[in-house]
């Protein structure tokens, strides 16, 4: 059975640095993509990066290019996203998700297993 798990969420000021788990088992990285995902009360939820552990590629919302980093510790079966340089329109609930079948641009439907979330909170 798939399971991810996130973690690292957590309140920081703006300007400040986080860094988010997602701990996958169940199933191998070969084959899937690993995306994380963000929803703001009011806001859809959207696709913020992903990353196909198999070859290293990395995708990225354009409004996180540069400060956020994703990246796979394949032997771990865990995927990061470092955030740098928070900003407080980076609040939300971030999940990571899992799919077979990435499609860019990605959006949630596209992936079919979730974690239940952890909180980011990005104060002014």
């Known amino acids: 059975e798939v399971q991810l798990v996130e973690s690292g969420g957590g309140l920081v000021q703006a300007g400040g640095s986080l860094r988010l788990s997602c701990a996958a088992s169940?199933?191998?990285?070969?084959?899937?993509?690993i995306g994380w995902f963000r929803q703001a009360p009011g806001r859809e939820r959207e696709g913020v990066s992903c990353?196909?552990?198999?070859?290293?590629?990395?995708y990225y919302v354009d409004s996180v290019k540069g400060r956020f980093t994703i990246s796979s510790d394949n032997a771990k079966n865990t995927v990061y996203l470092q955030m740098n340089s928070l900003k407080p329109e980076d609040t939300a609930v971030y999940f990571c998700?899992?799919?077979?079948?990435?499609?860019?641009?990605?959006?949630?439907?596209?992936?079919?297993?979730w974690g239940q979330g952890t909180q980011v909170t990005v104060s002014s």
């Open positions: 998700a899992a799919t077979s079948r990435l499609l860019l641009p990605f959006d949630p439907a596209d992936f079919g297993s």
């Open positions: 169940g199933f191998t990285f070969d084959g899937y993509a």
């Open positions: 990353i196909t552990p198999s070859d290293g590629s990395t």
